[in-house]
């Protein structure tokens, strides 16, 4: 059991997050994130055409736990239910992209590096970043 009142210090403390939002028929689908934030209020930055994206435009209800970097969450782990918004505003993107560098230093750099590397080289699908936040009312 966590050991704060809140109840929300493993995700406080989590590297990586299993973010499950919902497709219209109601089934659930899962990915791995990384986070940041603290206390019920969570963000990270994705691509504004990822299913993640499209899924809580239509319906913000979110289920997140923590997970290994591929997903992965033992059986026993605490599922936090809350929303999700998506926000394609200069500041929210610039601040969540600040918070999760301080986080998860080179591996960010490094990933955001190869994003723009793939954009250059026009492989894959161009994709504008947006900020997701995630609102965990325990």
């Given at each position: 059991?966590p050991?704060?009142?809140?109840?929300?210090?493993?995700?406080?403390k989590?590297?990586y997050?299993?973010?499950t939002?919902f497709?219209?028929?109601?089934?659930?689908v899962?990915?791995?994130?990384w986070?940041?934030?603290t206390?019920g209020?969570?963000?990270?930055?994705?691509?504004d055409?990822?299913?993640?994206t499209?899924?809580?435009?239509?319906d913000p209800a979110?289920e997140v736990?923590?997970c290994d970097?591929r997903?992965?969450?033992?059986?026993d782990t605490?599922?936090h239910r809350g929303?999700?918004?998506?926000s394609?505003?200069n500041?929210?993107i610039?601040?969540?992209e600040q918070?999760?560098?301080?986080?998860y230093?080179?591996?960010?750099?490094?990933?955001?590096?190869?994003?723009g590397?793939?954009?250059?080289?026009?492989?894959g699908p161009v994709?504008?970043v947006?900020a997701v936040h995630l609102?965990i009312?325990?």
């Amino acid at each position: 059991m966590p050991s704060d009142p809140n109840g929300l210090s493993d995700l406080d403390k989590a590297r990586y997050v299993s973010l499950t939002t919902f497709k219209r028929d109601g089934t659930a689908v899962s990915t791995p994130v990384w986070i940041t934030g603290t206390q019920g209020r969570y963000a990270f930055t994705t691509g504004d055409k990822a299913w993640k994206t499209k899924r809580l435009l239509r319906d913000p209800a979110i289920e997140v736990r923590v997970c290994d970097m591929r997903g992965r969450a033992k059986p026993d782990t605490r599922v936090h239910r809350g929303t999700g918004g998506v926000s394609a505003s200069n500041a929210d993107i610039a601040s969540v992209e600040q918070a999760l560098s301080a986080k998860y230093g080179w591996q960010f750099r490094a990933t955001k590096l190869l994003d723009g590397i793939k954009r250059r080289l026009g492989r894959g699908p161009v994709h504008e970043v947006v900020a997701v936040h995630l609102t965990i009312p325990e």
